[in-house]
Nanobody, 130 residues
Framework: QVQLVESGGGLVPPGGSLRLSCVASGFTLDYYAIGWFRQAPGKEREAVSCTASSDGSTYYSRSVKGRFTISRDNAKNTVFLQMSSLKPEDTAVYYC???????????????????????WGQGTQVTVSS
């Protein structure tokens, strides 16, 4: 079965940390740029971070740069998102997805509902609250 599965979400106080995982099954992540996206209630989905397969480059949105770190372990077919110094405004459902293949393994640095994302995970809830 071809799928992406996220895990690692939860409830943390402001300033806390979480590590999200995105595990692929049924296909290899080696040739895909993998993005992390999030969607808060009443807000549009937004791109948070991405790791490219083409050149190892990474992308971070302005709101998380310096606090989040993305990494990948191709041997485990897994991408991680280490989140530190969490803020209440980070509260959202976090999704991982394969970036469009037409980008050749590079990150788009955005979310566009018209893009052809091959695979999405089911999402994991992150809640930052005291």
């Amino acid at each position: 079965q071809v799928q992406l599965v996220e895990s690692g979400g939860g409830l943390v106080p402001p300033g806390g940390s979480l590590r999200l995982s995105c595990v692929a099954s049924g296909f290899t992540l080696d040739y895909y740029a993998i993005g992390w996206f999030r969607q808060a209630p009443g807000k549009e989905r937004e791109a948070v971070s991405c790791t490219a397969s083409s050149d190892g480059s990474t992308y971070y949105s302005r709101s998380v740069k310096g606090r989040f770190t993305i990494s990948r372990d191709n041997a485990k077919n897994t991408v991680f998102l280490q989140m530190s110094s969490l803020k209440p405004e980070d509260t959202a459902v976090y999704y991982c997805a394969t970036e469009p293949r037409r980008l050749g393994g590079y990150c788009s640095g955005t979310y566009n509902p018209l893009y052809e994302y091959d695979y999405w995970g089911q999402g994991t809830q992150v809640t930052v609250s005291s």
